[in-house]
């Protein structure tokens, strides 16, 4: 994604996008915004994202959800351009930065000029939105007057970043040119690259190899000055040259791919970028919206890893506990061989028939004695019990954090976090501030049809339970993944009974979260209980059969 593309990609989106107007604008993400824009008949939406990993602007083809309330960013931008046309689409400062302009008519009718900077800088991306005179309305990402790179902040005039070094794409560049001192490089390509900012080392030996000069060449007469000039305005204006073939190569967008490789051509730029990107986009996305989630689920199975190995070191040393009982029982029956102040008795243990010396507290009579360690016995007693309750408590609240962690590790880009955060804020998991959205119903599980029965998969512990005990009846059929978090799967049957074929399938279905062959034990829906205590999700079965299967999301017979 340097300056040959964006260019490249720049002219493309100005002559599709000249005139349009705007008919809806939306932020699904936090920093992305979409426009739906309309031309001569012909419906656009164009993707603006500053995200850090995946920054990018290009006409694209997929749908997502937007949020039920729009961030205050989109409800400016939606009064300021609701009744506007693009402009014009270009390079800013010949640099990473498009620059949209827009022309809006006013309540008074009266014509009003805005703008929408992308800087596509990997982390220090941002969406800027302008109003005519340059001033800054507002920033998907608003900086301080402290920060090195450049503020952006209301009310300040934009300034595009400083370049570190001329650009590739100036109107002096030749000049430039003629100055650098190729001879101190290994390589003509290293110099430019050090001398010029803008182009790869890919797009640099295009432009070599458009100006027919080997890259290794150390000495550059006024000739080849000229040939790379030359080559630069090519590429400048690549849109309209025969070279010009939109493709993904390498998994990159490219103007012009390298023949000796394979790739996959395009019909624009726009649909290479949205190859090449939707899909590290989706898993930005993910990362993104899980990180919070794994980081809590890891400190709570942390937490109850702690406890667990606290909770049973405590309980091994309750194991003692009858030699407490035992020393009481033996100064009892030895009482009278004990004198009040003595420190120690010696005694037959009738249990291991053998001589044993019992330690006595000198402070305390004999009688004391006794009592003391059967008081100890008592309370270990007690102790144990709690621990034995507790150990049990832990070790299934353990395996409702793994079934939070699956559900959580299962997550993609378009769904709802809502239930998971509710699940680790009732657990402690997420902090107190933590907004805690109320949901009165469970969102819906996944839907399949398998040879004419429905199939459901919950995504998370709350499906998990609406699935098994308020969708399925008794004589369904209700499948899990054997001895490991997974999702709650039923085959719902109506009273008939699934074949081998439909049963294999929805095995695969079940066990479609996970990456290896795996085992999937299947019964009838009345055969499942709930654990005690109850956690969602969380449940024990009998009588069921099992099936290994290969996993299978089997996306051709979901239902959408």
């Not at 295009?206 to 090519?234: H, N, Q, R, Y």
């Amino acid at each position: 994604m340097d300056l040959f593309t964006l260019n490249a990609l720049a002219t493309e989106l100005n002559e599709n996008l000249y005139g349009a107007k705007i008919d809806k604008i939306v932020q699904p993400e936090t920093d992305e915004i979409r426009l739906y824009l309309r031309r001569k008949n012909r419906n656009f939406v164009l993707v603006i994202s500053a995200n850090a990993k995946v920054p990018r602007i290009h006409l694209t083809s997929t749908k997502k959800a937007n949020p039920a309330n729009a961030p205050a960013f989109c409800m400016l931008l939606r009064k300021h351009l609701a009744v506007g046309a693009v402009e014009k689409v270009s390079v800013v400062n010949c640099d990473r930065i498009i620059k949209i302009d827009f022309i809006c008519k006013s309540e008074l009718k009266d014509f009003l000029n805005y703008s929408i900077i992308v800087e596509l800088m990997g982390r220090y991306s941002n969406v800027v939105f302008l109003d005519g005179d340059g001033k800054i309305l507002d920033a998907v990402k608003k900086t301080s007057l402290d920060d090195e790179r450049h503020a952006v902040f209301k009310g300040v005039k934009y300034v595009p970043p400083q370049l570190p070094k001329n650009s590739v794409f100036s109107e002096n560049f030749k000049e430039c040119l003629s100055k650098v001192d190729f001879k101190s490089f290994p390589s003509v390509t290293d110099a430019l690259i050090s001398n010029f900012s803008g182009f790869t080392k890919a797009s640099w030996a295009l432009c070599l190899k458009i100006a027919k000069i080997d890259s290794f060449l150390k000495a550059v007469t006024k000739k080849e000055i000229d040939a790379l000039t030359k080559a630069v305005g090519v590429m400048k204006n690549i849109n309209s040259q025969d070279i010009f073939k939109p493709a993904v190569q390498n998994g990159e967008a490219v103007c012009v791919p390298d023949p000796s490789l394979p790739f996959e051509e395009c019909s624009t730029l726009s649909e290479a970028m949205e190859k090449s990107l939707d899909k590290l986009d989706g898993e930005a996305r993910v990362q993104s919206k899980t990180k919070y989630l794994k980081g809590a689920t890891k400190r709570l199975l942390e937490r109850i890893k702690k406890n667990l190995e606290t909770y049973r070191q405590k309980l091994a040393d309750c194991e003692f506990m009858e030699n407490e009982k035992i020393a009481g029982e033996l100064i009892y029956t030895n009482i009278y061989k004990i004198k009040k102040g003595d420190g120690k008795i010696k005694v037959f243990n009738y249990y291991t028939s053998e001589e044993e010396e019992i330690l006595l507290d000198p402070t305390l009579s004999p009688s004391q004695n006794a009592k003391k360690h059967f008081d100890r016995y008592a309370k270990l007693k007690r102790t144990k019990e709690f621990l034995t309750n507790r150990v049990k408590e832990e070790e299934s609240l353990y395996e409702y954090a793994l079934s939070i962690e699956h559900s959580v590790s299962n997550l993609k880009a378009s769904d709802s976090t809502e239930e998971i955060e509710n699940e680790l804020f009732a657990l402690g998991a997420l902090h107190v501030k933590t907004k805690r959205n109320k949901i009165d119903k469970p969102l819906p599980p996944v839907r399949y049809e398998v040879n004419g029965f429905t199939v459901l998969k919950g995504k998370n512990n709350n499906q998990n339970d609406a699935v098994t005990f308020k969708i399925a009846k008794s004589d369904d059929i209700w499948l899990h993944v054997k001895n490991a978090p997974s999702a709650h799967t039923v085959i719902l049957t109506d009273g008939s009974q699934p074949d081998e074929m439909t049963i294999k399938t929805a095995c695969e279905i079940a066990a479609s979260d996970f990456t290896a062959t795996a085992t999937v034990d299947y019964t009838l829906r009345k055969n499942v209980k709930r654990k005690q205590p109850y956690r969602p999700g969380q449940v024990y079965y009998t009588d069921f059969s099992s099936l290994t299967v290969e996993p299978n999301a089997h996306e051709e017979l979901k239902v959408k």
